[in-house]
């Protein structure tokens, strides 16, 4: 897992606790580019990441 999914979890749960209006989900895109572009191989949590950023597009 690269360190911009662990960051994306991190903001998510930050977001979930302060009960924020910020729609995370709209950066999910980056977070797949993130893990592409550090050669990360796309099993259990990444190909998840990538099943549902490419299913939003």
Do not use: E, G
Request: proline share 2%.
């Amino acid at each position: 897992m690269c360190a911009t999914a662990l960051t994306y979890f991190f903001i998510d749960i930050l977001i979930k606790k302060t009960k924020s209006n910020f729609k995370l989900s709209n950066f999910l895109i980056y977070v797949l580019l993130a893990t592409i572009c550090d050669v990360m191989p796309l099993r259990k949590i990444n190909k998840i990441i990538a099943q549902n950023t490419i299913d939003r597009f």
